[in-house]
């Protein structure tokens, strides 16, 4: 039996592209809201979801409130779907790391490099892949949304198609899009990345 898992990116909020939020940031902006509000209406169209679970930063709560809100559904704040710890770098400005070594490496070394007193990518994605096979094995023959970040999303689909993580920039994960996965016993399949609503 395997459970189907779409794995959303949060919406945007103010530090899209502007600065590395990490596990600092707010929630929504405007344009965010309305970015989740037509995914919300999208995944209602098209899928039977059994149960939404968010990151607990507040741009991803946001967003799986949006998705869970019309269907009835609690949120479930999942610890494990966190974004990256990015240590010292976390709310600086995407300007002011450029430049830095650490940088430079941690975006072209991702397999091995951490940022100053943050989490490796590896941690990271060994976190959101045994969250996410708890969240299969919860809800076998069901589907499911899981809100988290773009790198942990972008991870988690490079373990499931055994590619280094040293390439996993390669794959755009857009704000408030899907990845869709299946997880079971039989292994992993990858069944989309980067969808977004019309």
Known sequence: MTAQLLLVRHAAHADLGHALSGRGGGGLTDRGRRQAERLATALADHFRLAAVYASPRRRAVATAECIAAPLGLATVIEPGLDEIDFGRWTGLAFAALEG????????????????????????????IVATLQGIASRHEGETVAAVSHADMIRGAIAHYLGLSLDHILRFEISPASVSRLELGNGGARILSINETAA
Request: hydrophobic letters at 45%; zero cysteines; charged letters at 40%.
């Open 100 to 127: 830095n070594a650490e940088w430079d490496r941690w975006n072209r070394a991702r397999a091995e490099a951490a940022p100053p007193a943050g989490e490796r990518m590896k941690d990271a994605v060994a976190r």
